[in-house]
């Protein structure tokens, strides 16, 4: 068959597509394809990208590694690099205390939710299963993941194969009920939490993005939202499970999310930028009365129920030590809390469009939320309408559902932040234009 594609790629009707663009190196902030075309990575490689492409540090980091041990399990083995940076995560995340390392942010958040439910059984109370969650969040694509973050627009077609939670709406400016302000909002969307919380004893945990849900649109929680949860969730012995793939190490602009939010979870994970976005890696931590629960006999059946083939891979070990010890040596998040400001200072520029809806920001993340009612007129979707149009201004942008996403690599200069917005304004503009 000519031009058929053997790679099926992700979320992609792949009857779009005649051809996609080959990426074959990458230079700094830019992706540059077999015709020589420069792209700014403006989705950092989905997120996880954090010092541009061809980091020398990072690439020695494999390097050196490769060169002495490529792989050994943790199945009664251990290795320096794995034990080296489960010691600096848990020194860097206050209240936790042991970290267990897996393959990705989906996997790492099914062990959190494994974690948290063997927790409770583990200390006899068998019948703690129920999981609390947030509308709209977004914690991977397999199936306890879809289960505790559930999008309908992702997930609906496996619904029935999902376990039940139960979920709370969560206060969004955008998409508030008439008649209400937003403080009053979160304040009904509290208050229902902690009604429930307070009367079913079988909530075993509340699960949530941390800082922001990212996936779910670029919803930037209210200022002390997530803290009142956690505070909910201490008082009725609920246990309070963070998700920190996204949002951590420095997109929202603070290393440890949680910490910023004055929150003192039981359980987190952490992944794509743990590698600087050059390998596949991830990190659940749990504070220590959860790992001490799994202590016993081995009659009791106590230990983790969990494995990975390449749980602490030492490549990957290594790699996450030399990344973290650049964010420490360029005062990267110092940084990125000034470069941010062009986001913030430049956000406005969005609304003079006429298909913009709303502008949601914080830190190294930013979603242009286009007005629904301007799109159903194209069969399309819009993820290829503003890639094409991104292209032609040289800016790689993936939307999520009808919100462009700006998530830069987090070291990218002033320069180039504001190459990016302009891209992003001449591509919403070239839509616009195209629609009419």
Not at 79 to 99: D, R, T
Not at 104 to 130: D, F, P
Not at 351 to 376: A, C, F, P, S, T
Request: with cysteine; net charge positive.
């Amino acid at each position: 068959m000519k031009n058929q594609n053997y790679l099926w790629h992700p979320n992609t009707q792949m009857l779009e597509w005649t051809k996609f663009p080959k990426i074959v190196r990458g230079e700094g902030m830019w992706l540059i394809d077999d015709d020589g075309n420069k792209l700014l990575d403006g989705v950092a490689s989905m997120w996880c990208n954090v010092w541009g492409h061809s980091k020398k540090e990072l690439i020695s980091a494999i390097i050196k590694q490769t060169k002495k041990l490529q792989h050994s399990s943790l199945f009664n083995l251990t290795n320096e690099p794995a034990e080296m940076l489960a010691k600096k995560l848990v020194k860097m995340s206050p209240n936790m205390a042991q970290v267990f390392f897996s393959d990705n942010g989906s996997t790492a958040m099914e062990i959190a939710i494994k974690i948290a439910l063997q927790y409770w059984n583990n200390l006899g109370l068998k019948n703690k299963t129920k999981i609390a969650t947030l509308e709209n969040g977004y914690h991977g694509d397999t199936f306890g993941a879809m289960s505790v973050g559930y999008v309908p627009e992702f997930f609906s077609k496996f619904r029935s194969k999902l376990f039940s939670t139960l979920q709370f709406k969560v206060p969004r400016q955008y998409h508030l009920p008439r008649n209400i302000t937003l403080k009053e909002f979160e304040n009904i969307c509290l208050e229902k939490i902690e009604d429930r919380l307070s009367k079913d004893d079988m909530i075993a945990a509340f699960v949530m993005e941390s800082g922001a849900q990212v996936a779910g649109g670029v919803n930037i929680y209210p200022k002390n939202f997530q803290k009142r949860i956690n505070t909910i969730c201490k008082k009725y012995n609920i246990l309070f499970v963070l998700d920190e793939i996204a949002t951590g190490f420095g997109r929202l602009g603070s290393m440890i999310e949680y910490k910023n939010q004055d929150c003192h979870p039981d359980i987190v994970s952490f992944g794509k930028m743990l590698t600087g976005g050059y390998l596949t890696f991830a990190a659940t931590l749990t504070a220590k009365k959860i790992s001490n629960s799994f202590l016993g006999k081995f009659s009791e059946g106590k230990h983790l129920f969990h494995g990975h083939t390449y749980t602490g891979n030492p490549i990957a070990a290594s790699l996450a030590l030399e990344n973290i010890k650049l964010y420490e040596k360029t005062k990267l998040i110092q940084k990125i809390q000034k470069t941010s400001k062009v986001f913030e200072n430049r956000a406005n520029e969005f609304y003079e469009l006429e298909l913009v809806g709303d502008v949601r920001q914080k830190g190294m993340l930013m979603g242009v939320e286009l007005v629904n009612d301007y799109l159903i007129k194209t069969k399309k979707s819009i993820n290829k309408i503003v890639f094409d149009e991104g292209r032609k201004h040289n800016i790689f942008f993936r939307t999520l559902g009808n919100v462009v996403m700006l998530v830069p690599p987090l070291a990218i200069s002033n320069n180039e932040i504001n190459l990016l917005v302009d891209g992003a304004l001449k591509t919403v503009k070239g839509i616009s234009k195209s629609l009419k």
